[in-house]
């Protein structure tokens, strides 16, 4: 039996992603968002959505770059606090202890403390109405040599990307590996119906 | 260290969405997606892209309206069925032994297996190379009423979310709960700073 919420933003889980950026001073700065995702394979890019309000909305429009910074399990204070103090107000790498690096594609900072970073340039924004969606074209993906598996390859448990649930607004980690995709569906078809 | 993976479409997590549609002869059909997320809280919307070769894409561009249902681990076969086969060429909810339902909101089915569902009106799509990016309203959002909390808000472990890891091509679960949102990033400023 489903118990309707009646139309609220919801999904599971959602991304926790550490948007950087310059501002118009050149000051690094971040700020968490968790309305986004993947939305293209070619050119690969991202959809992160923002307020026009928020300190990083400005600095995206005026540098078109960011970078997406995923952290893991134990910067969940930190992506926190991020999420809930602005730019204009403080130097928020400062305040966290945490380090920006300058990207190598684009310019913007990245986190160095997250095991994954994704250097974007910015391709388009629409106005969404709460928010601005930016999709950001993928120019790299960097992942910290200690979160890769022997053979070089991301290692999910390792990256440990912390998770977010909206609505009842908690983080979560990541679990188990379930199953490999295009390869676990070969024996879901019904027996009777593919015979 | 960062190791660089170049320009790739990656991003941890991302939600596992099976996205139901009626096609042109009212037949009910999913189809499993990764390329996505919510985009804005007001009007609240999730942003959903689906390759243009799709038979989702035609119904949804016919009729407006699709869902999303988040399958939960023990889906997880079925889920990645839905991405390997096309609805042209079979009834997907037939041969996977899922159960279209109407939705109560729009002009789609939704998959009653399925713990989290989300009826979404199409409000604009967008061309962004590989996909379309489609951006529906959210009209509703419904929970199985065994996946609540005794308060009668959204139980994270019970929906027990599939999730996807890009580039390695995995299904993983979510995991345990780690911290309050806008509440544990209080205590994340360097004493030094904020004193």
């Not at 309707?4 to 991304?15: C, D």
């Not at 926190?80 to 684009?106: R, V, Y």
């Not at 403390?113 to 999709?135: K, N, W, Y």
Request: hydrophobic share 45%; net charge negative.
């Amino acid at each position: 039996m489903l118990r309707s919420f009646g139309a609220k933003p919801f999904l599971l889980p959602t991304p926790v992603m550490l948007v950087g950026t310059y501002d118009r001073d050149g000051k690094p700065n971040i700020m968490t968002a968790a309305w986004g995702g993947i939305c293209a394979s070619q050119p690969p890019a991202i959809a992160v959505s923002i307020r026009k309000s928020r300190w990083t909305y400005a600095a995206i429009t005026e540098r078109k770059a960011f970078t997406v910074n995923i952290p893991s399990r134990k910067l969940a204070a930190q992506a926190d606090f991020a999420g809930m103090h602005s730019g204009s107000e403080m130097d928020k790498f400062l305040t966290l202890d945490l380090t920006p690096e300058p990207a190598e594609h684009i310019d913007a900072p990245y986190v160095a403390q997250c095991p994954l970073v994704i250097e974007l340039a910015l391709l388009r924004s629409m106005d969404l109405g709460s928010h601005t969606q930016f999709i950001g074209e993928i120019m790299d993906v960097k992942i910290d040599d200690g979160c890769l598996t022997p053979d070089g390859l991301p290692d999910v448990a390792a990256i440990d990307p912390l998770l977010f649930a909206p609505l009842v607004q908690q983080y979560w980690s990541i679990g188990s590996f379930i199953a490999k995709a295009f390869s676990v569906g070969h024996s879901a078809a019904r027996t009777a119906v593919i015979s």
